[in-house]
């Protein structure tokens, strides 16, 4: 299946694309490093974690940092997200075609985009350039992927999880929702804490509330709101 992205333009060092690189196989990275360089692009740093990568830019910006899904650091995708993004760079997602959660995942962090670690190296050259411009990139493998493993990216909830997850993301405080099902507020707790963990096992965390009420639209738990209903002190 073709990505459909488009050619690198050929650089000019007002158009240079900065570039940071997160791996931890030595021989990606160097892999990576030589086809950025031999596409015109200038590599600021390459690291085997995030962390390393933070570090060794010493504040300086790139445009696109290119990451991989799983480092043998034990560090958690939303984490690596986070961490290289903070940099004020975009982030895009290089990564083997299996990881569907970790994929998701990686995009609700705010990753740009991702591109297959099986697709050739020119096709992984345009979608830093595309990422570079602030294109969006055509991610149909991702997109079917993830749209064929629905009961797997569903978080499965009980009855009474779901009561709990409809209540309290419409806006209701945790002690009114145990009011309303007859349940003790710590009862109530550990329900939320359960969601909270089953989003987490299918690739959508949900840490706020806020979140929660994202994942109960998406879910079909609650109905989809109007953007300004997203400020309701929820």
Same mark, same amino acid.
């Given at each position: 299946?073709?990505?459909?992205?488009?050619?690198?333009?050929?650089?000019? +060092?007002?158009?240079?694309?900065?570039?940071?690189?997160?791996?931890?196989?030595?021989?990606?990275?160097?892999?990576?490093?030589?086809?950025?360089?031999?596409?015109?692009?200038?590599?600021?740093?390459?690291?085997?974690?995030?962390?390393?990568?933070?570090?060794?830019?010493?504040?300086?910006?790139?445009?696109?940092?290119?990451?991989?899904?799983?480092?043998?650091?034990?560090?958690?995708?939303?984490?690596?997200?986070?961490?290289?993004?903070?940099?004020?760079?975009?982030?895009?997602?290089?990564?083997?075609?299996?990881?569907?959660?970790?994929?998701?995942?990686?995009?609700?962090?705010?990753?740009?985009?991702?591109?297959?670690?099986?697709?050739?190296?020119?096709?992984?050259?345009?979608?830093?350039?595309?990422?570079?411009?602030?294109?969006?990139?055509?991610?149909?493998?991702?997109?079917?992927?993830?749209?064929?493993?629905?009961?797997?990216?569903?978080?499965?909830?009980?009855?009474?999880?779901?009561?709990?997850?409809?209540?309290?993301?419409?806006?209701? +405080?945790?002690?009114?929702?145990?009011?309303?099902?007859?349940?003790?507020?710590?009862?109530?707790?550990?329900?939320?804490?359960?969601?909270?963990?089953?989003?987490?096992?299918?690739?959508?965390?949900?840490?706020?509330?806020?979140?929660?009420?994202?994942?109960?639209?998406?879910?079909?738990?609650?109905?989809?709101?109007?953007?300004?209903?997203?400020?309701?002190?929820?």
């Amino acid at each position: 299946m073709s990505h459909a992205l488009p050619d690198p333009t050929p650089s000019t +060092p007002e158009q240079s694309v900065r570039v940071g690189i997160v791996d931890d196989h030595e021989s990606v990275r160097l892999g990576l490093q030589a086809a950025c360089e031999n596409s015109g692009y200038e590599v600021l740093f390459a690291a085997a974690t995030a962390q390393a990568l933070v570090d060794g830019l010493a504040g300086r910006a790139c445009d696109v940092i290119v990451l991989d899904l799983s480092l043998g650091d034990g560090s958690l995708v939303t984490d690596n997200v986070h961490l290289v993004a903070s940099t004020g760079s975009a982030v895009l997602v290089h990564s083997i075609a299996d990881r569907v959660a970790s994929v998701r995942e990686a995009l609700a962090a705010g990753a740009a985009g991702v591109i297959p670690k099986s697709s050739p190296t020119t096709t992984v050259m345009a979608a830093v350039a595309s990422v570079a411009r602030g294109d969006v990139l055509n991610n149909l493998e991702w997109a079917t992927a993830i749209d064929a493993d629905r009961d797997f990216a569903r978080a499965q909830l009980g009855r009474r999880e779901r009561d709990v997850l409809h209540l309290y993301a419409s806006g209701l +405080p945790l002690k009114m929702v145990a009011l309303q099902l007859g349940i003790a507020h710590s009862t109530a707790r550990e329900y939320l804490d359960r969601i909270r963990v089953k989003y987490v096992e299918v690739g959508r965390p949900a840490p706020t509330k806020v979140d929660l009420l994202r994942r109960a639209v998406e879910d079909g738990i609650l109905p989809g709101l109007d953007a300004s209903d997203g400020d309701r002190g929820v």
